[in-house]
């Protein structure tokens, strides 16, 4: 089955430390997407690439950084820059940058500050 | 920049009631619309898109949605829930311009009661 596969489930971070979170997809989609979801805010979005060598900022890409090397993947590094990485993080991907096409989510990754 | 808001945080129904949650965007141009459904651990999914066309869209599981232009709005209906609809939904709108991702409301998180 095609999809998303977010790896790790759950992420624990040390103080002072980088951590890449990891996002493939298997659906030939050209665009991708990193968001941020906090209770009570929805989801932010913190980075997108709408192909392979490019991507642009969010609302909320202090702190963070990504890379788009091959179509299928797009990881996202939280720095220790990001003051207050504990949050669900939720990457998505589409066919393409038309605006009425859906995106398609994975089953996130839980980062949390030991 | 657009943005969403959902005024419902939390709505707490019986089983057989019937459901609006509300969407409100700000916006001026075309905009392509979507709800997205959360149930408990699992991954966000599309509930229903408008984009062009009838104003009243049909979606998954008996959910409706009708886009009001005038009231930038975009509220998701359903006639009688089911214990099994308790989720957290969040309503997206995509611009036809400018920067094509999608900007979330804060979520509803809704409890059905057997």
């Not at chain 2, 599309?46 to 104003?55: Q, R």
């Amino acid at each position: 089955d095609g999809g998303i596969t977010q790896s790790p489930k759950y992420l624990f971070r040390k103080e002072g430390q980088n951590v890449t979170l990891s996002c493939e997809q298997n659906l030939n989609h050209d665009a991708m997407y990193w968001y941020r979801q906090d209770p009570g805010q929805g989801l932010r979005l913190i980075y997108y690439s709408q192909i392979v060598n490019d991507f642009q900022k969010g609302d909320i890409a202090e702190g963070y950084s990504v890379s788009r090397e091959k179509k299928e993947s797009f990881p996202l590094t939280v720095t220790s820059a990001q003051k207050n990485p504990t949050a669900f993080y939720l990457c998505a991907s589409s066919k393409d940058t038309d605006s009425n096409q859906p995106q398609h989510f994975g089953d996130g990754t839980r980062l949390s500050i030991l | 920049a657009q943005s969403v808001s959902q005024h419902n945080h939390h709505v707490i129904l019986s089983e057989a009631a019937s459901l609006e949650l509300g969407c409100n965007y700000s916006y001026g141009g075309t905009v392509n619309l979507f709800w997205y459904v959360q149930y408990p651990g699992q991954h966000l999914q599309l509930l229903l898109k408008y984009f062009s066309g009838d104003p009243l869209v049909k979606g998954i599981k008996g959910f409706e949605a009708e886009f009001i232009k005038s009231k930038f709005s975009f509220n998701l209906r359903k006639p009688s829930v089911q214990w099994s609809d308790t989720a957290e939904y969040f309503c997206a709108v995509n611009p036809d311009t400018g920067r094509r991702a999608l900007t979330f409301g804060s979520g509803t998180r809704l409890q059905v009661q057997p």
